[in-house]
């Protein structure tokens, strides 16, 4: 028999008891009661007890015209009534397809490059878009021939972030995450990363003339032999703590990458799909990468779906009879699902009609007027933004820019701060984030910088 009580008064204490939440250390969770989401509606969250918050995170970054919305919500009854699930191994189905050939249209084009993304590989997550590359990448060279057979590593850079599943914490840098799984990882070669707060080269932006990317260059001349491919998060390091690279240095990875035969990979699944202000973040500096990992925004907030986007030229080395066994031996039992494509369909739809990009501008532009004057707070370390990516990183000392001890949870502090007016946030350890749906209103948004603004300066008058 379950009474109301039941239905509406525990689901906090049962989540409690059966969910292990991610990236969550459970015995704190366990001490406080939990927010249970029931309704989102627009950029707005709605908890069980009936009290709604500002979606300042875009739900973990992937929401872009906001919940609840008509043209996803009739995309996806409309295919439910047609199919929900059927497999690409050994069939086709319509949304895929339709969906492969919008992103290839979309997808990053250079005057410079005559590479073009050509080919469309489906999985379901982030982590698995970067291992479909990482495997890609490594299979390619080694059907080029006996020399390329000894390209198996790759470069990728401190801080990094590409997905928790072993081969994309391999290409990881982020020592607090990934540390505890190092024994079972892959070997690579790890460069500088190309931040300019803490600058790896202690130099600065523009005078430096992008240094870090001469370590890459050093890296790459030395070992090219032995190098597959090369993963970047381009132009911004986002798990990080939103760490922006300087202007030009994508661009330079880029001609290095093609001078040097390494192929490179593109992980746009936090900057893709609007977030950056263009569609891609390679865009900002007409880079074509040779392989692109998308997921997050693809659905719009909606699903769980990814992309791994490529050239013909990769597509090419894995054909042959099928004795010769070069078939791409990799697929989810949920690959290119129609629902999932569906959403992403409709995703795109979505971008063209309510003429998204268009209308962000004004709203990133206002964003960065509304925070500059931030900068010269006492413990505010440094203002990174890039399109709708905001991140105010929080140091204990402003001139050394030494960190807050992590055990102080400055970060955390604010959020739970942010969350008691209405707004919800999650940190990046010491770095505040800010990740507003795209579709959020001028209104909306000024609320939401506003509660963010109080809550750090309520926090740090106490701290
Ligand atoms: C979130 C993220 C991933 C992992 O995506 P999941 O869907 O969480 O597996 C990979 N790369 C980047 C840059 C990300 O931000």
């Not at 397809?97 to 250079?110: D, T």
């Not at 093609?258 to 936090?270: F, R, S």
């Given at each position: 028999m379950s009474d109301k009580k039941d239905e509406i008064g525990n689901w906090p204490q049962k989540d409690q008891r059966f969910v292990w939440h991610p990236f969550t250390q459970m015995k704190e969770w366990?001490?406080?009661?939990?927010?249970?989401?029931?309704?989102?509606?627009?950029?707005?969250?709605?908890?069980?007890?009936?009290?709604?918050?500002l979606d300042g995170t875009s739900s973990l970054w992937v929401n872009l015209h906001g919940h609840n919305h008509p043209v996803l919500n009739q995309a996806l009854i409309d295919q439910i009534h047609d199919i929900s699930h059927s497999t690409l191994l050994g069939?086709?189905?319509?949304?895929?397809?339709?969906?492969?050939?919008?992103?290839?249209?979309?997808?990053?084009?250079?005057?410079?490059?005559?590479?073009?993304?050509?080919?469309?590989?489906?999985?379901?997550?982030?982590?698995?878009?970067?291992?479909?590359?990482?495997?890609?990448?490594?299979?390619f060279w080694q059907y080029q021939g006996d020399v390329q057979k000894?390209?198996?590593?790759?470069?990728?850079?401190?801080?990094?972030?590409?997905?928790?599943?072993?081969?994309?914490?391999?290409?990881?840098g982020i020592d607090l995450f990934h540390q505890s799984y190092r024994s079972l990882l892959f070997e690579t070669i790890q460069a500088p990363a190309p931040t300019c707060y803490r600058c790896p080269v202690g130099?600065?932006?523009?005078?430096?003339?992008?240094?870090?990317?001469?370590?890459?260059?050093?890296?790459?001349?030395?070992?090219?032999?032995?190098?597959?491919?090369?993963?970047?998060?381009?132009?911004i390091q986002a798990a990080a703590g939103m760490l922006t690279a300087p202007p030009g240095y994508l661009k330079k990875i880029r001609a290095l990458c093609?001078?040097?035969?390494?192929?490179?990979?593109?992980?746009?699944?936090?900057t893709g799909f609007g977030r950056t202000g263009r569609m891609f973040a390679c865009e900002h500096e007409g880079v074509?990468?040779?392989?692109?990992?998308?997921?997050?925004?693809?659905?719009?907030?909606?699903?769980?779906?990814?992309?791994?986007?490529?050239?013909?030229?990769?597509?090419?080395?894995f054909l042959g009879e099928y004795a010769d066994f070069k078939t791409f031996f990799h697929g989810h039992s949920y690959t290119g699902n129609p629902l999932g494509c569906a959403a992403a369909i409709a995703n795109l739809e979505i971008f063209e009609k309510e003429r998204t990009l268009e209308n962000l501008q004004a709203k990133i532009r206002f964003a960065e007027k509304y925070i500059t004057p931030w900068k010269n707070w006492p413990h505010v370390g440094e203002i990174r933004q890039v399109g709708f990516m905001i991140a105010i990183e929080l140091v204990a000392?402003?001139?050394?820019?030494?960190?807050?001890?992590?055990?102080?949870?400055?970060?955390?502090?604010?959020?739970?701060?942010?969350?008691?007016?209405?707004?919800?946030?999650?940190p990046l350890v010491n770095v505040?984030?800010?990740?507003?749906?795209?579709?959020?209103?001028?209104?909306?948004?000024?609320?939401?910088?506003?509660?963010?603004g109080e809550s750090i300066k309520k926090v740090l008058v106490r701290s």
């Open positions: 366990e001490r406080e009661t939990p927010t249970v989401i029931v309704k989102g509606e627009g950029v707005r969250l709605t908890d069980i007890t009936g009290k709604t918050y069939l086709a189905n319509r949304p895929s397809i339709a969906l492969a050939e919008r992103l290839i249209q979309i997808a990053p084009v250079s005057e410079e490059a005559p590479r073009r993304l050509s080919k469309v590989f489906y999985s379901d997550n982030g982590s698995t878009a970067v291992e479909i590359a990482l495997k890609m990448a490594f299979v000894k390209k198996k590593t790759f470069i990728c850079f401190a801080n990094a972030y590409h997905g928790d599943t072993l081969g994309s914490v391999s290409v990881g130099l600065e932006y523009p005078s430096c003339a992008l240094a870090c990317a001469d370590e890459v260059e050093n890296i790459l001349q030395a070992r090219h032999e032995t190098l597959a491919g090369l993963i970047i998060e381009p132009l093609t001078q040097y035969e390494v192929l490179m990979i593109a992980d746009e699944v936090a074509v990468p040779d392989l692109m990992a998308l997921s997050k925004g693809i659905t719009g907030g909606y699903l769980p779906l990814a992309a791994t986007l490529t050239t013909q030229a990769v597509y090419n080395a000392d402003k001139k050394n820019k030494t960190p807050y001890p992590i055990e102080q949870r400055i970060g955390t502090l604010v959020c739970r701060e942010a969350r008691s007016r209405g707004l919800i946030l999650r505040i984030v800010l990740m507003p749906p795209l579709s959020i209103s001028m209104e909306d948004l000024k609320e939401m910088l506003s509660i963010t």
